[in-house]
């Protein structure tokens, strides 16, 4: 099984509102990654998880907050996003820090 | 931090066609990966390399590890309609910390 699943598929938020993307994968992988991806661009590298710990924080601004419950679950938390967050948020794992494998990520527009 | 560039940005070509497109840094990768995205899709893991003179293939496409370590070249042979979509070569970084993305090239089959 090589899935990464991502929910939700999409998500309109207004800029008060909080809400959080989930992902999950059943590969055993030890690390985590989410990425943000605007259109026409390759993904930009989020934050990492390896062993449920941080362990990279891309200078992603404090609205969002990434949380790794267990080494299956990965969380996105979203608050008082702006407009200009707009993008495909992708969760990607791997087990090695070589090859990553990525959901279907979550289409999300802030309105 | 690490680069990688892609050529061509675009390219269109006619159903049946071969394609080649290229991967290329101005530094040492260790790992050289191929994925490709359709629109509103995650990235799909096409080709992993590992050793410099890897040539993998997996069905119609066929990926090569530059011997400097510094390219890597994608080709796909008898072109269909479902290649159309993006193509990224990535790779971690030497310091296993960072996952980058070359900017990717646009692939067009017109039938």
């Known amino acids: 099984d090589t899935e990464v699943t991502q929910t939700p598929k999409h998500l309109v938020m207004g800029m008060t509102n909080k809400k959080s993307l989930k992902c999950e994968q059943h590969?055993?992988?030890?690390?985590m990654y989410w990425y943000k991806q605007k259109a026409k661009k390759p993904p930009e590298l989020m934050f990492v998880?390896?062993?449920?710990?941080?362990?990279i924080n891309e200078s992603v601004p404090s609205r969002f907050s990434p949380e790794c419950p267990n080494s299956s679950l990965l969380n996105l938390h979203l608050h008082a996003l702006q407009p200009e967050d707009s993008a495909l948020y992708l969760c990607?794992?791997?087990?090695?820090?070589?090859?990553?494998?990525f959901g279907p990520g979550t289409r999300l527009t802030v309105l | 931090g690490q680069q990688l560039n892609q050529s061509p940005q675009s390219m269109f070509i006619q159903e049946g066609e071969d394609v080649s497109m290229n991967c290329t840094s101005s530094?040492?990768?260790?790992?050289w990966l191929w994925y490709k995205q359709d629109p509103g899709e995650g990235p799909v893991l096409l080709i992993a390399?590992?050793?410099?003179?890897e040539l993998t293939s997996n069905g119609r496409l066929t990926a090569q590890f530059g011997i400097t370590r510094k390219d890597s070249f994608l080709n796909i042979s008898a072109s269909i309609p479902s290649d159309v979509g993006i193509y990224f070569c990535?790779?971690?970084?030497?310091?296993?910390?960072?996952?980058?993305f070359g900017p990717g090239t646009r692939l067009s089959v017109l039938p």
């Open positions: 990607a794992s791997s087990q090695d820090g070589g090859r990553q494998f």
């Open positions: 590969m055993g992988h030890r690390a």
């Open positions: 998880y390896s062993y449920e710990k941080l362990s």
């Open positions: 530094s040492i990768f260790n790992t």
């Open positions: 390399l590992y050793k410099a003179g």
């Open positions: 990535a790779g971690p970084d030497n310091y296993g910390q960072n996952f980058v």
